[in-house]
């Protein structure tokens, strides 16, 4: 017994989109619409939401020991949980570049706890963590295809104006130097 047209639209870094029709020429022009509303970033999902949430992500991550190679692990974490927090319900196919352009929108305009403004450098290191878990997701844990960070481009920095010192204060330096127990 036949079963009909069975059309399958796969893309890489997206997951597959199947359905099944009773006419060749349906399957055809269904799959040729799907891919094009894909490309064009319209197409949503109407399954379910995958059970790897960027919440799941953080934790694994955190649990599997992977922030003991950092240098500044206590920072990373800090990263890590502000965006548990902000994206964590979210499975990790609907996490897309706009969706974290917007985070790092926020991330820039919104003030810290002590008030101040965020650094643009900030915020890009806010941005690398996640992408840092993001890239442990796709190629130790298999659970995307690929890393929406990487379509996020970083703030641009500002130089840091070099300032040669007063006279004044290159006394002042030279005579604290002086009284300092420190040889160097």
């Known amino acids: 017994s036949f079963a009909g047209w069975r059309a399958s639209v796969r893309i890489k870094n997206h997951p597959p989109v ?23 970033g319209k197409y949503r999902l109407k ?5 790897n949430t960027v919440a799941n992500l953080i934790d694994r991550y955190i649990e599997d020991g ?36 917007a985070e790092q929108k926020r991330l820039l305009e919104e003030p810290t706890v002590k008030g101040l403004p965020r650094n643009p450098n900030t915020v890009n290191r806010y941005m690398a963590t996640l992408g840092g ?6 190629k130790n844990l298999h659970w995307t295809d690929g890393n929406p960070c990487s379509n996020v481009l970083k703030l641009k920095i ?10 004044e204060e290159e006394v002042c330096l030279l005579e604290a130097c002086k009284r300092s127990r420190n040889p160097y």
């Open 158 to 167: 500002k130089p840091v104006a070099r300032r040669t010192l007063k006279e």
């Open 47 to 51: 399954q379910e939401p995958q059970r």
């Open 66 to 101: 992977v922030l003991e190679r950092h240098k500044a692990a206590k920072d990373t974490k800090r990263h890590l949980l502000y965006f548990r927090e902000r994206l964590g319900a979210y499975a990790l196919i609907y996490i897309t570049p706009d969706l974290l352009i």
């Open 133 to 138: 878990a993001f890239r442990y997701a796709c």
């Open 18 to 40: 199947c359905q099944q029709f009773d006419r060749k020429q349906e399957a055809l022009d269904w799959a040729s619409e799907i891919d094009r509303q894909i490309k064009l």
